[in-house]
């Protein structure tokens, strides 16, 4: 296949890009800051139409990651860039995909698990699950982030492209031993003796292992059937008291200084990101995968650190 990828240099287009590089596909990254790889990378800029436009035609799939990172402080500037760099873009493939001669025949646009609600009570699911924004009680930087997710999915779905089937996919946090990701952060606070719960501990983190997500994107293209939205998260989310002992576990440490909601806003402040990552419940299941019968590599969380650390012990040797 040919597999087009726009907004594919951060991590979790990396993954992709890999694995479909791997199993001997022609991946085609777009990318605002090119930079070379083992697979053929173009410049754009998410905004205005370019030389890239030659790389979709007779592709056979567009997956678009393209958005500015959210780890970062949620100022006026970063905000506009926030949802900006993924409503533009995503209007623009809306416009250019159904003029080409040969459109790809799926097109895979990110989302986030971030539209549900914050849930301790019950795990949302496609079907059920109840969308976020103004709960009582909500800090505006959650009700933000949902807004951004509500519009980014409107902007994909709002025009029509019989042509080209689409999907929307609703990511937990993708996790992989690579530097600088997710996973990477977190295993740096247990080595440090910060790995205890954050904030209460009772919300619940959602996740979903690397090798877990590619295989789902894998199914995601060869099931015609599907179309809509699709999570893309572990089918058994946990409490963060209970993440974040297991991830200790795995390590091979015993205790981890608790970190109090007032010590994360503390700290996310200094480290330029915001306490929404950690301290909003997400408690999301993959409803339309398991009744599609996939199998999980990684279904419960403490399998999949100990594999995410083992390979991060072999990585730093």
């Not at 060869?222 to 809509?228: I, K, L, N, Q």
Request: aromatic share 8%; net charge positive.
């Amino acid at each position: 296949m040919k597999i087009v990828i726009p907004g594919g240099s951060g991590q979790v287009g990396h993954m992709l890009a890999r694995h479909f590089h791997a199993n001997g596909h022609t991946v085609t990254v777009l990318s605002r800051n090119p930079r070379p790889a083992p697979w053929r990378v173009v410049s754009w800029n998410g905004v205005t139409t370019g030389d890239w436009i030659a790389d979709l035609e007779q592709s056979d799939v567009c997956i678009n990651l393209a958005g500015r990172s959210v780890d970062c402080r949620y100022t006026a500037a970063n905000r506009r860039t926030i949802y900006e760099s993924r409503i533009q873009s995503t209007r623009l493939l809306n416009q250019i995909l159904p003029s080409l001669n040969r459109a790809p025949r799926l097109w895979v646009n990110a989302s986030t698990a971030t539209i549900y609600r914050h849930a301790l009570d019950r795990a949302m699911n496609e079907g059920e699950g109840e969308l976020g924004g103004n709960e009582p009680g909500a800090p505006d930087t959650w009700n933000f982030s949902i807004d951004v997710a509500k519009a980014w999915e409107e902007a994909f779905f709002s025009t029509p492209t019989p042509l080209i089937r689409k999907i929307a996919i609703r990511s937990a946090i993708t996790l992989s031993p690579d530097r600088g990701g997710v996973f990477d952060v977190l295993l740096g606070l247990v080595r440090r003796g910060l790995g205890g719960r954050q904030g209460t501990g009772a919300q619940f983190a959602s996740w979903i292992h690397e090798a877990d997500f590619v295989r789902a994107i894998d199914l995601l293209i060869a099931h015609e059937e599907f179309s809509g939205v699709v999570n893309l998260a572990s089918p058994n989310p946990l409490p963060n008291c209970d993440f974040m002992r297991a991830l200790r576990e795995a390590w091979g440490i015993r205790f981890g200084l608790p970190n109090p909601e007032w010590l994360i806003e503390i700290g996310t402040l200094l480290m330029r990101t915001e306490s929404e990552l950690v301290l909003k419940s997400r408690r999301v299941v993959p409803g339309r995968l398991l009744a599609a019968g996939f199998q999980f590599l990684f279904p419960v969380w403490p399998s999949a650190a100990r594999e995410l650390v083992g390979r991060s012990r072999r990585h730093s040797r």
